[in-house]
């Protein structure tokens, strides 16, 4: 497999993984960290299906990203980890209706063109 399909690959399960996990802990609300109560809390957030498809994806995309890091160099490859936030910012636009504003919308321009240009050696 080429090396740029398997990091968009792993870019993307890392995505996908981020917004099952986010969708996961919409049940929840926010989060306390007071020590009494922290294992409980994640012992209740382990449970969680999207939680846990989400730490899958995560976990899939970490074993494929070591079979890139066996193809590739590690300056090549790591910079285009960067398109993980492009996907993140579209997805949650797309599935959370969260606000995309001009800033988000050129940073995420700025990062595409740093790939695009790394990509071209």
Do not use: D
């Not at 939680?51 to 890139?68: E, K, N, P, R, T």
């Not at 936030?85 to 063109?113: N, P």
């Amino acid at each position: 497999m080429n090396p740029f399909v398997l990091i968009l690959l792993c870019v993307s399960l890392g995505a996908v993984g981020q917004i099952a996990l986010k969708q996961g802990m919409l049940h929840f609300g926010q989060l306390e960290l007071r020590l009494p109560m922290i294992f409980i809390t994640f012992s209740r957030v382990l449970v969680r299906p999207l939680v846990v498809v989400g730490l899958g994806l995560y976990g899939l995309s970490a074993f494929l990203w070591l079979i890139v890091l066996s193809r590739v160099e590690l300056s090549y490859a790591y910079p285009m980890i960067s398109l993980n936030y492009v996907l993140v910012i579209g997805l949650s636009w797309a599935i959370f209706h969260e606000r995309l504003s001009w800033s988000k919308f050129l940073g995420t321009l700025i990062i595409c063109l740093g790939v695009w240009v790394l990509s071209r050696h």
